[in-house]
């Protein structure tokens, strides 16, 4: 296995990220902030309960946590809501491509290469619900807040702006970044009201825990029911674009056995849910009356071998990763649904993904367990099973496990992972804390675990898919400081970022970044990963795996890179992984000068045989339309159908 580093972040990297943010504040402060409206908080129209033009969409929970940012907070319900009441400088199109929303910009386009600048030009009449701009603060507040906070999604872009200036009083917004970066489209999705959010308490680790503070799209809650489990969204009287069609949407919790008889009897007009094999069935069983398809969430469904306490231990590791049956725990998690045919082989690249080619290695683990070759890796680590448990010096193999709470599919995976590493001979303990902010705000927070908070071996966890998959993995497998002095990990180019990276504002980020080997999906190509240079199932030859033994938190402490006068880095994601020899390449891919497809046929090899990341699935939510709701157009991931509410209408039956 390759050496990485894992465990608690350096004071540098600490003292970097406070003194940008320093920055950032003075240069957006010299100017003064646009007036906030003085005006009553946002009107909406009251349609009576249960009204026929109300909209009710059925969804698994609406349970709290409601932050589109937040790692925690992933869920359909979250994502709906986040579509629906908060402004995006780009969505994404029919095609699943990104567009500019011009119901908030008026442009965004590059105007400079050296450096690489965006100009973002905001709608004179985009105001948030309570009357105040959407400004330039608001695109500040979100840089801020992502480049800084632990447990957020898709980091690693913010992490490359160096200077946020504002002009025309706040409606344009100058963006310069520290290296070109193809992927800007992808940020500043999902804004959020900074002169509420700053006031929140406990702040941004409590922000949307419950509701919204203000909105700035079509709608606007009226009642968050937890009791009844329903959040009631109303037209947004307020919002300067055309309004919604409908006068009320409701998302109501759903109790899949009763899934099928709401929607045949038209108590529920859609529904957005995950489904088991016999809930599939019965929505298929409704006939013409409801047409039904499939939704693929934007995360893959991981499990996390994080290289800190004992899993530093690259034998350990690699062992541990060889005792576990990756089948089961797909069947687990997708309990005989969809979810199941979209399983996940590549760490970059998610199956929904046009250009999706499994990289998993053909015959050794993770695609077969192979319990020969983790009894001899635990052996030469020194263990013995003894009565049917591993120990060394007396003491168990003991390993905790942690997942985002009770929430499906993960608490299933965990519940399969824990069965069979008990019956491989290893203690299991519980360490999933009372809540998912928890989890990934502390517990796999990049750095040092604070307030006693509990060492987790393994996490399973969701894996986010954004629309540039080279800032999907800068974020997911990525080091901090994102970008330090030296080459840009292409060996013979020079690191102005140029060629494909720099874009002239006109191409998307699709075009300006290629997956690797440049096929299409076709059918499940899980099983199609080439394996070369992979050793048969279940041999039992060594392949180097225990190279890395104590480059775990001890490494990380020192902040060994190879270099002893380069810049520490350090882990920078839940999978408390970072490969210096590595990062250079991510970066080099996320800022263009190297094509995804090249980098990605050195870093999926890597990641593979670093055994920190088991791909399972993609989750997949079943899509239910009555024939008495109109508007309801393409689904694109993230949004999802939810991208036309403001188009939705009860047609006439």
Same mark, same amino acid.
């Given at each position: 296995?390759?050496?990485?580093?894992?465990?608690?972040?350096?004071?540098?990297?600490?003292?970097?990220?406070?003194?940008?943010?320093?920055?950032?504040?003075?240069?957006?402060?010299?100017?003064?902030?646009?007036?906030?409206?003085?005006?009553?908080?946002?009107?909406?129209?009251?349609?009576?309960?249960?009204?026929?033009?109300?909209?009710?969409?059925?969804?698994?929970?609406?349970?709290?946590?409601?932050?589109?940012?937040?790692?925690? #907070?992933?869920?359909?319900?979250?994502?709906?809501?986040?579509?629906?009441?908060?402004?995006?400088?780009?969505?994404?199109?029919?095609?699943?491509?990104?567009?500019?929303?011009?119901?908030?910009?008026?442009?965004?386009?590059?105007?400079?290469?050296?450096?690489?600048?965006?100009?973002?030009?905001?709608?004179?009449?985009?105001?948030?619900?309570?009357?105040?701009?959407?400004?330039?603060?608001?695109?500040?507040?979100?840089?801020?807040?992502?480049?800084?906070?632990?447990?957020?999604?898709?980091?690693?872009?913010?992490?490359?702006?160096?200077?946020?200036?504002?002009?025309?009083?706040?409606? @344009?917004?100058?963006?310069?970044?520290?290296?070109?970066?193809?992927?800007?489209?992808?940020?500043?999705?999902?804004?959020?009201?900074?002169?509420?959010?700053?006031?929140?308490?406990?702040?941004?680790?409590?922000?949307?825990?419950?509701?919204?503070?203000?909105?700035?799209?079509?709608? &606007?809650?009226?009642?968050?029911?937890?009791?009844?489990?329903?959040?009631?969204?109303?037209?947004?009287?307020?919002?300067?674009?055309?309004?919604?069609?409908?006068?009320?949407?409701?998302?109501?919790?759903?109790?899949?056995?009763?899934?099928?008889?709401?929607?045949?009897?038209?108590?529920?007009?859609?529904?957005?849910?995950?489904?088991?094999?016999?809930?599939?069935?019965?929505?298929?069983?409704?006939?013409?009356?409801?047409?039904?398809?499939?939704?693929?969430?934007?995360?893959?469904?991981?499990?996390?071998?994080?290289?800190?306490?004992?899993?530093?231990?690259?034998?350990?590791?690699?062992?541990?990763?060889?005792?576990?049956?990756?089948?089961?725990?797909?069947? *687990?998690?997708?309990?005989?649904?969809?979810?199941?045919?979209?399983?996940?082989?590549?760490?970059?690249?998610?199956?929904?993904?046009?250009?999706?080619? *499994?990289?998993?290695? &053909?015959?050794?683990?993770?695609?077969?367990?192979?319990?020969?070759?983790?009894?001899?890796?635990?052996?030469?680590?020194?263990?013995?099973?003894?009565?049917?448990?591993?120990?060394?010096?007396?003491?168990?193999?003991?390993?905790?496990?942690?997942?985002?709470?009770?929430?499906?599919?993960? *608490?299933?995976?965990?519940?399969?992972?824990?069965?069979?590493?008990?019956?491989?001979?290893?203690?299991?303990?519980?360490?999933?804390?009372?809540?998912?902010?928890?989890?990934?705000? @502390?517990?796999?927070?990049?750095?040092?675990?604070?307030?006693?908070?509990?060492?987790?071996?393994?996490?399973?966890?969701?894996?986010?898919?954004?629309? #540039?998959?080279?800032?999907?993995?800068?974020?997911?497998?990525?080091?901090?400081?994102?970008?330090?002095?030296?080459?840009?990990?292409?060996?013979?180019?020079?690191?102005?970022?140029?060629?494909?990276?720099?874009?002239?504002?006109?191409?998307?980020?699709?075009?300006?970044?290629?997956?690797?080997?440049?096929?299409?999906?076709?059918?499940?190509?899980?099983?199609?990963? #080439?394996?070369?240079?992979?050793?048969?199932?279940?041999?039992?030859?060594?392949?180097?795996?225990?190279?890395?033994?104590?480059?775990?938190?001890?490494?990380?402490?020192?902040?060994?890179?190879?270099?002893?006068?380069?810049?520490?880095?350090?882990?920078?994601?839940?999978?408390?992984?970072?490969?210096?020899?590595?990062?250079?390449?991510?970066?080099?891919?996320?800022?263009?000068?190297?094509?995804?497809?090249?980098?990605?046929?050195?870093?999926?090899?890597?990641?593979?045989?670093?055994?920190?990341?088991?791909?399972?699935?993609?989750?997949?939510?079943?899509?239910?339309?009555?024939?008495?709701?109109?508007?309801?157009?393409?689904?694109?991931?993230?949004?999802?159908?939810? *991208?036309?509410?403001?188009?939705?209408?009860?047609?006439?039956?």
């Amino acid at each position: 296995m390759r050496a990485i580093v894992g465990g608690r972040a350096g004071r540098n990297a600490v003292v970097l990220v406070f003194a940008l943010v320093s920055v950032l504040v003075t240069a957006c402060t010299n100017m003064p902030p646009p007036p906030v409206v003085s005006s009553p908080i946002a009107e909406t129209s009251k349609a009576a309960p249960g009204d026929s033009s109300d909209i009710a969409v059925a969804v698994d929970s609406i349970r709290g946590g409601y932050n589109p940012h937040n790692l925690a #907070d992933q869920s359909t319900t979250t994502q709906a809501l986040a579509t629906m009441l908060l402004p995006s400088v780009f969505r994404p199109g029919e095609d699943g491509k990104r567009v500019l929303d011009e119901r908030l910009m008026r442009s965004a386009e590059v105007v400079a290469h050296d450096p690489f600048t965006v100009s973002y030009r905001i709608r004179q009449d985009a105001s948030w619900s309570d009357g105040a701009p959407i400004a330039v603060e608001d695109f500040v507040y979100l840089h801020e807040a992502m480049r800084s906070q632990p447990g957020v999604v898709g980091a690693a872009g913010y992490r490359l702006i160096s200077e946020i200036r504002p002009a025309d009083g706040g409606k @344009r917004v100058d963006v310069e970044f520290s290296e070109p970066y193809p992927g800007w489209r992808t940020l500043f999705d999902h804004l959020l009201p900074q002169h509420l959010m700053k006031d929140v308490p406990g702040g941004w680790q409590n922000a949307l825990s419950g509701s919204f503070p203000a909105y700035g799209g079509p709608f &606007a809650i009226t009642t968050v029911d937890s009791a009844r489990g329903e959040i009631v969204l109303e037209r947004n009287e307020r919002y300067w674009e055309e309004p919604a069609a409908v006068d009320r949407v409701v998302l109501r919790r759903t109790d899949p056995s009763s899934l099928a008889g709401a929607l045949g009897s038209g108590t529920d007009q859609l529904a957005v849910v995950g489904t088991d094999e016999t809930g599939r069935q019965r929505l298929d069983g409704l006939g013409d009356d409801v047409s039904v398809s499939e939704v693929p969430r934007p995360y893959v469904v991981s499990t996390l071998l994080r290289p800190v306490a004992t899993l530093a231990d690259g034998q350990v590791r690699e062992a541990v990763e060889a005792l576990i049956d990756r089948d089961k725990l797909i069947e *687990a998690g997708a309990a005989g649904g969809p979810s199941g045919y979209e399983r996940a082989g590549a760490h970059a690249l998610a199956p929904s993904d046009d250009d999706y080619s *499994a990289t998993l290695p &053909a015959k050794a683990s993770p695609r077969h367990p192979q319990p020969r070759k983790a009894r001899r890796l635990l052996e030469e680590a020194g263990y013995e099973r003894i009565a049917g448990t591993w120990t060394r010096d007396g003491r168990p193999l003991s390993l905790a496990l942690a997942a985002p709470g009770e929430r499906q599919p993960f *608490a299933a995976v965990v519940d399969e992972l824990s069965r069979q590493l008990v019956e491989a001979g290893i203690e299991v303990r519980d360490a999933t804390p009372e809540s998912s902010r928890q989890l990934f705000n @502390r517990v796999l927070a990049p750095g040092e675990n604070s307030d006693g908070a509990v060492q987790v071996d393994i996490a399973v966890v969701g894996r986010p898919v954004s629309g #540039d998959p080279a800032s999907t993995l800068a974020s997911a497998y990525g080091c901090v400081p994102l970008v330090t002095s030296g080459g840009d990990g292409d060996g013979d180019g020079d690191s102005d970022g140029g060629g494909d990276g720099g874009g002239d504002g006109d191409e998307t980020p699709d075009e300006s970044s290629e997956s690797a080997g440049g096929s299409t999906k076709e059918g499940r190509p899980d099983e199609t990963g #080439d394996g070369s240079g992979q050793e048969g199932s279940d041999t039992g030859e060594n392949d180097g795996g225990g190279d890395d033994s104590g480059t775990g938190s001890d490494g990380a402490e020192t902040g060994e890179s190879g270099d002893p006068d380069s810049t520490e880095v350090q882990p920078a994601n839940p999978a408390a992984y970072c490969d210096p020899d590595l990062q250079s390449i991510i970066v080099a891919a996320l800022t263009g000068s190297k094509p995804l497809d090249d980098a990605l046929r050195t870093v999926e090899p890597a990641l593979w045989e670093a055994g920190v990341t088991i791909p399972l699935f993609q989750p997949i939510d079943t899509m239910a339309v009555t024939t008495d709701v109109d508007g309801i157009g393409a689904a694109p991931m993230p949004a999802g159908p939810f *991208a036309s509410a403001v188009e939705w209408s009860r047609g006439e039956n």
